[in-house]
């Protein structure tokens, strides 16, 4: 058991989540290039905002990701656009394997389930606003904890491509069942995010801030999407945490490329000291 919550607090430093990560981390290859950052950006994929996405055809999504000491994710999403409404839906699962008991030597699994699903829309012809609901199992051993969790998201642009805002409050809601006694209220979190587009530069730079309730300082989060040419698409980021000075905590990249009718990226993040993640998303639309 210490050995499993030692690796959920190292989860928890990497995305600034409690019990939940899944609901906060990176999960497509793009939202892990960006260190969970660029939440002005428009993205073809669910996206930490809601209000981001952006599709004129139905699509699917598998993401994967293997993390360090061998923690594991699988991902699926649907993307349906109707109208001028976007629904989405995604199930996705965090395994962190079978783990050892440092005390009395026995071993375990520990599993994260979240189910998530919502829409987006638009607002005035000018403002993107986007909400999602997702559920979430977390299971230590034979103990369980269960939320129910809200998330909204608004976008604009002052010009089109050029300038852009977005907005994120994530973890509204409520936990049900417990592990054990341990009962924690579950902390949201507020993101900013902000975008431009470079004059003579094929580029978007990004800056993103995320602040999270009862934790002192805030994640600064900056980074670059390059398109050197059609088909192919760079990014670049790093992030931080801000507390009496700046104290870089991931490096991350990654790039997009198509294959036929399928669209593959692939992503890093280096952890510093926690380790490196690897992600691939691959992506189909019809």
Not at 147 to 176: H, K, P
Not at 182 to 207: H, N, R, V, W
């Amino acid at each position: 058991m210490y050995k499993s919550l030692l690796i959920i607090c190292m989860l928890s430093i990497g995305w600034m989540q409690s019990l939940y990560p899944l609901n906060s981390m990176p999960i497509t290859g793009r939202d892990l290039s960006f260190s969970g950052g660029g939440g002005a950006i428009k993205s073809e994929h669910i996206s930490l905002n809601p209000a981001t996405i952006t599709a004129t055809q139905k699509g699917i999504n598998f993401h994967t990701q293997l993390l360090p000491t061998g923690i594991s994710l699988l991902s699926l999403h649907a993307i349906y656009p109707k109208n001028d409404i976007i629904y989405f839906a995604s199930v996705s699962n965090l395994n962190f394997g079978t783990l050892k008991d440092g005390i009395s030597n026995d071993s375990f699994s520990a599993n994260d389930l979240m189910i998530n699903g919502g829409l987006k829309g638009r607002l005035f012809q000018m403002i993107s606003v986007g909400t999602s609901v997702s559920y979430s199992l977390s299971q230590i051993e034979t103990t369980i904890a269960q939320s129910l969790l809200f998330s909204a998201g608004l976008r604009t642009e002052v010009t089109e491509n050029q300038i852009g805002f977005g907005l994120t409050l994530r973890n509204l809601g409520f936990q049900f069942d417990n592990f054990g006694d341990s009962k924690e209220d579950i902390p949201y979190q507020f993101q900013g995010s902000g975008f431009m587009k470079p004059k003579y530069l094929p580029a978007l730079i990004f800056t993103d801030i995320v602040m999270e309730e009862n934790l002192d300082g805030y994640t600064l989060i900056s980074g670059m999407e390059f398109y050197p040419r059609d088909g192919l698409t760079l990014r670049f980021s790093d992030s931080g945490l801000v507390h009496n000075g700046f104290e870089l905590s991931s490096l991350a990249f990654g790039f997009q490329f198509n294959v036929k009718n399928w669209t593959i990226e692939l992503a890093s993040r280096n952890l510093i000291s926690a380790g490196f993640i690897n992600g691939i998303t691959l992506s189909k639309q019809f």
